[in-house]
């Protein structure tokens, strides 16, 4: 089997910018000509020791006061951190958990309080790092997880399936709080709803956990707009949480409106489009085995190249605000309403500090305006998610007897 290597790099544009394409994450298949992006490994090793301070780029790592944001009622911090990929970086790598606790207590001593886990990311694994990382400041932060896949509560295993059946998500619950480190947690969401179990049991199942100070705050995750309606009604929601960037708006169609009817927040997951929102990805880019963009028709060779449109819009804000084009994107999707959350995610310090630093990204009404137009009138060809993952979004609860 051929080895896999790893490296990133930090580079500065010529007006001091961080190119964040010069110091992503290059996972090279070596021997099989699977290489993402164009620069070769011996240049990234150069510019990681000429530009960089333990993979630092230079020019983000001034501390900056990144502000707060309401989830309903609940306080979190104006851009939180995913650690999705903390245990396994799309299925290609497997990050080092010490960085990953660096990456973790660095992001709160910058600002950042709100944290993103799920039981199905590992699975388990991932809470059990959140949890260890934040084991010093867990009063401080605000701590999410979310139940609802079909997963094996002692191994960990995978089943096919949902499950969000009310004496399960107790039990699930009893567990995530061992792994968590913690005796509650914050906001838990249901990962993905469910079609055999009315979502009304669902919320009293949540509802009891409420009573037993366990659970504190709970939301959904990509479900169906009759389903984020009942839910609300029989519990109120504080949060949902969807995809939603420029290469992905569908929450335009009905999610925000009904948000901002109830008096939700929004939490956007993958705010920087998997990666390529950031101008890490080109139109020679390639998808190692294992990756799910892979498997994604947006990133084939043939929609890739038109779908970079958006990246050349970005690269020209950028410009514009003397900002990379990962913070002009996360900066854009906060700019849409004052209670969406991005939590982009990362297992690189210096992608984390670049994208808390997009909360001094602001745009004046006549700017957004203008962004908001040209983002509109490039279209995105090709789905975003393969069709067996895409079959388990907004999918509505069964009606209770």
Known sequence: MEKKQNTESGNNSEKG???????????????????????????????????????????????MEIGKRKLGALEVSS?????????????????????????????????????????AYGPHEVERILGEGVESFRNKIVVATKFGWNIDLET??????????????KFVVESMLKRLRTDRIDLLYQHRV??????????GAVKELMTQGKVLHWGLSE????????????????????????????????????????????????PLGVGFLTGA??????????????????????????????????KNWAERKQATPAQVALGWLMAQKPWIVPIPGTTQMAHMLENIGAASVQFTVTELAELNQEVSAIQVHGARLPEFVQAFSEVEAPLKN
């Open 223 to 270: 479900m169906g707009q009759q389903t984020m309606r009942r839910a609300h009604a029989e519990l109120p929601l504080s949060a949902v949480q969807n995809e939603y960037s420029m290469l992905w708006r569908g929450p335009e169609e009905w999610v925000i409106p009904v948000c901002q009817e109830l008096g939700i927040g929004l939490v956007t997951w993958s």
């Open 79 to 119: 851009v939180g951190l995913g650690v999705q990929n903390m245990s396994r970086t799309y299925q290609t790598t497997i990050p080092t958990r010490s960085e990953m606790f660096k990456i973790i207590r660095t992001a709160f001593d910058r600002g950042v309080t709100f944290f993103d886990a799920a039981e």
């Open 281 to 314: 990805i080109d139109s020679v880019t390639r998808f190692a085995d294992g990756d799910i963009r892979k498997m994604e028709s947006r990133f084939s060779p043939e929609n890739l190249i038109h779908n970079l449109a958006l990246v050349g819009l970005l």
């Open 194 to 203: 469910d079609p055999q179990v009315p979502i009304e049991d669902v919320a």
């Open 17 to 63: 910018r961080v190119n964040r394409r010069d110091f992503i994450v290059k996972t090279t298949l070596v021997g099989a000509g699977v290489v993402f992006g164009t620069k070769s490994l011996a240049a990234f090793q150069n510019d990681k020791k000429s530009n960089t301070t333990s993979g630092i780029p230079k020019n983000i790592t001034k501390p």
């Open 156 to 169: 960990g295993e995978r089943r096919p399936g949902l499950n969000s059946r009310p004496e399960h998500i």
